[in-house]
């Protein structure tokens, strides 16, 4: 069985900067499409970054620029550098595995495994 679990959220300050980890188990990170989705308070949960399989990465708009998306093969745990925080950036943060190996998915359906997310809160 997948399982995912998130870590690194916490309590900053606008500008500062945190490093996400999602570590997995039950599969094998190098064969899989990543990512990393975010869902602030009565909003939909929306794609932060990706990382296919492939290793081509994609970014929101919101956040180029500013974060970075990576894996570590060898220990399956993805990570999610963020960097100029702000506080729009406030949400809970979901890492997510594509639905099979090899292949990249176009939308949040294609991902079938998630964890249970991390708060991220960022004060002006």
């Known amino acids: 069985q997948v399982q995912l679990v998130e870590s690194g959220g916490g309590l900053v300050q606008a500008g500062d900067s945190l490093r996400l980890s999602c570590a997995a188990s039950?599969?094998?990170?190098?064969?899989?499409?990543l990512g990393w989705f975010r869902q602030a308070p009565d909003k939909q949960r929306e794609i932060v970054a990706t990382l296919a399989w492939t290793d081509d990465t994609a970014y929101a708009d919101s956040v180029k620029g500013r974060f970075t998306i990576s894996r570590d093969n060898a220990k399956n745990i993805l990570y999610l550098q963020m960097d100029s925080l702000k506080p729009e950036d406030t949400a809970v943060y979901y890492c997510a595995t594509a639905t099979a190996r090899f292949v990249v998915p176009n939308d949040r359906a294609g991902f079938g495994s998630w964890g249970q997310g991390t708060q991220v809160t960022v004060s002006s």
């Open positions: 039950g599969l094998t990170f190098r064969w899989y499409t």
